[in-house]
Structures are given as C-alpha cells and as structure tokens.
C-alpha cells in the first residue's frame, strides 16, 4: 500500500509541520447575510485523509433556524411571481459562477469529504451542466386545460385551467458523499419553480455547500429566497424537519435518517433517496471481460462510498470462476492511498464506518465467505476486498456496506437471482449482464428496483434520466424532470360560463 511519509505523521498521532488544523468558522447564510451563530457554538469537520481540522461550521440555535424558514416563507409568494425566465437566467448565472470556481470548491470536496481532486473538481463541473439543463426544463413546465364534457351531466361550458404553482418553502437535505452535487439537484429545481429552499448541508461537506451557496450570492439570488440552516442532523434535525412552514421536504441520505423523517414530517410531499443494495447479475453467456470491468469500476470508485455502488454480484456458478479471476485482476490494480495522491481507493469518510465494513468481512469470513483479495488496512483506509461464496446467512450478503468491499454469491441461474433480489430490503438499482436481450428484457421487468442498468454497471446518470429508489431505497422520484415535477402541484381554476 503507498503511503507518504507525511501521512503516516498524523497516522501515528503526530501533527506534521506542513498541515495544521483549520478552526476558520464557515457561516451560514440567512437573508443574504453571512451569519455565525449567537450560541457562539461550532461543530468541527475533520478531513477522512488525516483526521485534521478542515474548518467548522456554526450549531445553529432553534431561534435561528425558526428565522431561517420565516424568511424562506415570507418571500416566496414574490419569488413565484417574479418570471419564470428571470429564474432560470438566476440558474444559468449560478452555473457560471460555480465553472469559475470550480477548482477552489474541488479543493474543499477533496479536503471535506476525501475525494480526489480530479473527482471533486467533476463533481462541481456536472453540477453546474445539471443547474444549466434544469434552468432550461424548468422553461417547459406548463399545466393543462380541460372541458368539461367528457364526464356525464357536466356540459362543455365548465372548464378547468390546471395550472403548475410551487408547493411554497421546501427543505433540502443532502449527504456528505456528493455534498454540492446531491444539494444542487435540489435546490436548482426548486428555485426555478418559484419554490423558496431553506438547505441543510451534511455536515461533513458543508464548507463545500456553503461555497456552492456562495456562487448563487454572487450570480443575484434574492435575498430571503435560500436560507442555510448549518448544526448537527441528529441535533438540529427533528426540529427544522417538523417545522410548521416547510411545505416540502427532499431529503438523501442513510435510510434509517429517511424513515425518521418521514414519520416526523405530517402532511407535506416527502421525496426520499436513500440507500441501496444494488446487485450486478452476471449470467453464463455474458461478456464477463466487460462485466468485470463494469462491475469493479461500479463497486469501487470513491471506495464504494455511492448509494449506486455495486454491493453485490450474482454469479451464475457455469461463469463464477472465470468472473471471480477477472474481477481479482481489476481490483489487484487498484491503486489505494490518499485524496491528495489520486489513487482509486481513498480513506472512509470516518473510523466508525470503517469499523462496521470490517465487522461485515470478518462475520463474513467466519462463517465460510472466501477472500479473494485484500491488502493491508490503515485506520480508515481501508484496501478493496472481494468475498467470494457469499451465503445467506451472512449480513454481507443484505446490509448496505458504502465501503469497499464486493461479495460474491454464486447462483445456481437467473431464477435464483431474482429472487434473492426481491427478497432484499433495498429496491434502488440493479445491472443485468447477458447477451440474450430476450431474457435480459424479461428479468428487468420481474426486478423490484426504480432502475435496470442492462450491460452496464449501476449509477444515477445521466442526470435527466429519472432517478428513484423503491422500499427502503426511497419515495418519490428525482432526475431533473422529474425533480421539477415533484416541486410543483396542481392549481385548479373552473370557469363556467
Ligand atoms: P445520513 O447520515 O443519513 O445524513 C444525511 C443528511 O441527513 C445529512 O445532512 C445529515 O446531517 C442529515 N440528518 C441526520 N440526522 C437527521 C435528522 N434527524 N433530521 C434531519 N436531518 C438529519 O447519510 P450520509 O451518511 O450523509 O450518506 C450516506 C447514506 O446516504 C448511505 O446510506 C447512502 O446509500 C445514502 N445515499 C443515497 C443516495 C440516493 O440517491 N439514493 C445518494 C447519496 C447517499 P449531518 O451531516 O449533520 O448529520
Ligand atoms: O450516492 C448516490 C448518488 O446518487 C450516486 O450518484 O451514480 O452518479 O455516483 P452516481
């Protein structure tokens, strides 16, 4: 495993000379005003490269909070009647703003969350083409208009304009592993359908949030219109969540913080993207040189750390050893280290996390799972490990791990897949690789999952493509149409003349 000998400093407790805790105080934004909190309490965030101080972010009071919302409520009515182009011009200026600033906000992802730069930097650039592509949908969105007559006793001079009006104050809630990404796919829907957003970043990617929040300051937002509420979920949380003004909620993240929202929030649209289980099935007449780069590439990239991750792979038992070597072979050549060195594996986003994919692999190898690779672990960083003869009765085999390691389960054919499949909690997505499109077809439609990937590993993208989880993966659906659609509903206005 390569490691700098800086690294391996602070690995051992000791602050190298060259890296220094950052205590730097990020404020929220309230009103258009850069705020630190009166409680005078922060909550730091440390960088999963060497556990140092990045920065940290005010704990918000309940008082503050409260304010953030009224303001998000008292302007919205202007902002949904302020033109629906003026709003998606606000979009388009964002997007420049953040292609300007995309290399400093890469840094900060890079530092926040660990990612590579290279990645971070993608990041914030997809972002910025998903606020473009969403300020122009957001151009289309129209109602409808009905006559009365085609229902019994009801005459042609009863008609209905069905109009597209915002829901009013939405809430937006992301997770710390696409920290502007996963916030702006939001957020940018929600502004251009005239709804106000009061955002709640992960706090392990708020600096890079606030940032993203910063760039849509600077390209003209009005004041009041986005409102920051920065602190702890699991303190701040139930609070804002239950709010008496929030009109919508959108929230990603773990599924157990899901479900809590969900049962909290009362009569107002949830739309929840949480976490998956996603299988690649790999049938005998596959392609498996594809299907082993596929599935590596799905399962691994930002250590598996992706609600998209490929977390398990179901392999017919006529192709499983020839699978199993190529797949050996893919991981073998990962390279692992740090953020900073550009390798594909990176440290976990904390120890705790850490800690719970290594408790999965050592249930996993005590009760029969064979290891077909691993390396050597550091803390956090951990090396990609492949399982193979992953059975039943191992937690592996249904928990969601989000870190990197792949298990194996060898089925005896597609049958037997399916219904492992339907048989697990998660329903986000799943890939299907064969040659025979028949059966390809007709396994997609017997799978209990928002999205089939045929011939291609799992992932969320294109962004316009719509974007959904079912049972414990979600409810409701993403994806920019669809994002704008769940952010408006319908306004009925009858004319009878
Ligand atoms: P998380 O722990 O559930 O946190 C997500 C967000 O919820 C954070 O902003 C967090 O704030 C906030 N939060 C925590 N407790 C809350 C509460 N009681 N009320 C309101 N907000 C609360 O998830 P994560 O660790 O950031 O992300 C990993 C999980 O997200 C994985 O399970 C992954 O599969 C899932 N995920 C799903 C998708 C998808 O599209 N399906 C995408 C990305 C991630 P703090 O940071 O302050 O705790
Ligand atoms: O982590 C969840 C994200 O929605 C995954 O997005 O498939 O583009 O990595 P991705």
Redesign the pocket.
Known sequence: MKRSLKHQFYRNGVISMTVKHDHTTHPFLINNEWLESKTGETVPIHSPDNGVQVGQVPAMSREEVNQAVNLAADVQENWAATEVHERSDLLHRWADELDQVADKIGAMIQKEVGKTFASAKSEVKRTAQLIRHTAEEGLRTHGSFIQGDAFPGASRSTKAMVQKVPHGVILA??????PVN?AASKIAPALVTGNTVVF?????GAVSGLMMIDALVKAGLPKGVLNVVT????VI??Y??THPKLDMIT????????Q??AKKASMIPVVL????KDPAIVLEDADLKKAAKEIVSGAFSYSGQ???AIKRVMVTEQAADELVEKIREHVAALSVGYSTEEVDIIPM?DQKSADYVTGLIEDAVKKGATIVHEGQNDQNLLSPVVLDHVTEDMEIAWE?Q?GPVLPIMRVANELEAVDLEKRNAYG?QASIFTKDMEKAFTLAERMNVGTVQINGKTS?GPDHFP?L?VKN??QGV?GIGRSIDSMLRDKVIVLNL
């Open positions: 809630i992301s997770p710390f592993n696409y996963l709640k970043p992960a706090t392990q602190g702890r979920g699991s949380g139930d804002v969540v929230f990603t993240g773990g599924t157990a913080t899901g809590h929202i993207e949480l976490g998956g992706r609600c998209t986003i969601e989000f986000l969320r974007f989880g993966s979600g993403q």
